[in-house]
Nanobody, 125 residues
Framework: QVQLVESGGGLVQTGGSLRLSCAAS????????MGWFRQAPGKEREFVAV????????AYADSVRGRFTISRDNAKKTAYLQMNSLKPEDTADYYC??????????????????WGQGTQVTVSS
């Protein structure tokens, strides 16, 4: 069982930056691929970024590539999402998710085993 708690959301102006954190409980964090998703009001949850269990492999949605960076610290059992050059269209609730896997970096929400409660990000124009 893994519990995930996101933090770091808030209100920021266009062009600003935020760093989201996802703190995990449990002893096997390093066996999980970690993903970030977001959901804007009235829209479906969408993939943002994923990092492999070791941190050696990452993938991003086209909409955030070059602006967002996903990382992890297995010793601290924490995943991060550094968000730069934020745009109003980045406004959403951001969720981290964990997938027990050392083989895959899934992009589909249905493939993840555990989810956090989300943290809100608002980018003002």
């Amino acid at each position: 069982q893994v519990q995930l708690v996101e933090s770091g959301g808030g209100l920021v102006q266009t062009g600003g930056s935020l760093r989201l954190s996802c703190a995990a409980s449990g002893r096997t964090f390093s066996s999980y691929a970690m993903g970030w998703f977001r959901q804007a009001p009235g829209k479906e949850r969408e993939f943002v970024a994923v990092i492999s269990y070791s941190g050696s492999s990452t993938a991003y949605a086209d909409s955030v590539r070059g602006r967002f960076t996903i990382s992890r610290d297995n010793a601290k059992k924490t995943a991060y999402l550094q968000m730069n050059s934020l745009k109003p269209e980045d406004t959403a609730d951001y969720y981290c998710a964990a997938k027990r896997s050392v083989l895959t970096t899934p992009r589909a929400a249905r493939d993840y085993d555990y989810w956090g409660q989300g943290t809100q990000v608002t980018v003002s124009s």
